[in-house]
């Protein structure tokens, strides 16, 4: 008898002599995707990345807590401080003494790019209150010798005082940087990396901003702070195509994805004056609306498959688009209630799919009395290079 075949079993024998069985139920329920625990965290997790070597990298905010690590990868399925200690250091007790320039504040996203660099993303901002001075940048750090190579800070003309900088994507020739801001007044902002310098771009559009329709959810309830606010978290997830042509973002508090060719973010770094086509304007003209996936955190299209995962937080679900049908048709690929807030996507070098569960709706900002230290995981979908394979059954 298969494990499969046992499981279903045990869980129909369960249900006939009316007592649960929920060891046999969750794993029945990942056996449509092959949904298998990585890792299990003490603090609150967002980001994750692999990199080309197979090596885990994942950062830890600072939300709820003041995190004692912000950046680990993770060895024998623990995170270790990196690139070192030092970096990971700067604590809001220690604000005043601590270099902003040269330690992580607030780390929201890191990825690894096809130049074997780890890319951190610090937006600087704890509690997601306000942002630290000199905090905001990105940093490279080199995989080979695992020293930061690269800081490129942000100035308060590109990460504005009520700025939340999102996650990022590189450009295949790795010169390029794309990011979200999913703060008050939502963009996108480029990073030419040789140079440094960094464009904001659609700051405040409609394509970045939230959606006033929409009200996010969490177990069939609107997701609230204590005080009556819901979501409003602009500009989150983005993806950029494997040939670097298209890049994709689209806010939590929404439901459209949207898109922009790639070639009318470029050429600005070296132009004596901004641009015309880097007005929103002119900008603006050219964003398209691909299709609607409800509030969703993170993005990602495969290289294995070419299509576009998406993380729908309010249904426990991982969903995938179909890009090469024009991008329609949005399909449940896994749904399962230990997908707790889904929030980052990576992709291993053998296709298999990363996600982190960030467990927002059960932290101390939306639920009183939640623990400080909010336990997280991170998840392996395996790969499947076939159609979605519908939804496991919600308990």
Sequence with gaps: MTRLTAARLGLALSLLSGVAAPALAQEAAADPAGLTKVADFAHQVTGVTVARDGRIFVNFPRWSEDAPVSVAELKDGKPVPYPDAEWNSWRNARADEVDPKTHFVCVQSVVADAQDRLWVVDAAAPAMAHVVKDGPKLVAIDLKTNQVVKTIPFDTDTVLQASYINDVRISPDGKTAYLTDSGAEGALIVVDIDSGAAKRVLSGHPSTMPDRTVTVTYDGQPLRRPDGRGVTFSADGIALSPDGKTLYWQAIKGKTLYSLPTDALTGWATAAVVPEMLTNRT???????????????????????????????QDDAVKVRDLAQGGAGLTTLIRDPRLRWPDTFSEGPDGTIYVTTSHIQDSADYKPGAPISLPTELWAIRANPGEATGSAPRR
């Design 283 to 313: 900008l603006g003209s050219k964003v398209v609306a691909v299709g609607e996936n409800g509030p969703a955190d993170g993005l990602l299209i495969a290289r294995k498959d070419g299509r576009m995962y998406v993380t729908s937080p």
